[in-house]
């Protein structure tokens, strides 16, 4: 048998991580509509829909489109 270097040396990053200057802002979340709150606690997970105007995203256990914040249709 022949000695080898270990190739399986795991190297020390270099330097600590840098996280981009401009990071995206998290999704706001906008909450459940009126209807989906009505029907209470579900086992259902609600559907999230993306409102381009609040720059959320709102949750509805029904397939509506309106965004229960500004009325906006998506
Ligand atoms: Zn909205």
Known sequence: MTEQPDKSV????????????KAPAPPRNL?????SKALGPVA???KGHWC???EGIWYSH???ARCPVCGSKS
């Open 52 to 54: 381009d105007r609040c």
């Open 62 to 64: 029904f397939g509506e």
């Open 10 to 21: 795991i190297l020390p990053f270099p330097g600590p991580r840098t996280r981009p200057a």
């Open 31 to 35: 909450g459940l509509t009126p209807l």
């Open 44 to 46: 259902l997970s609600p």
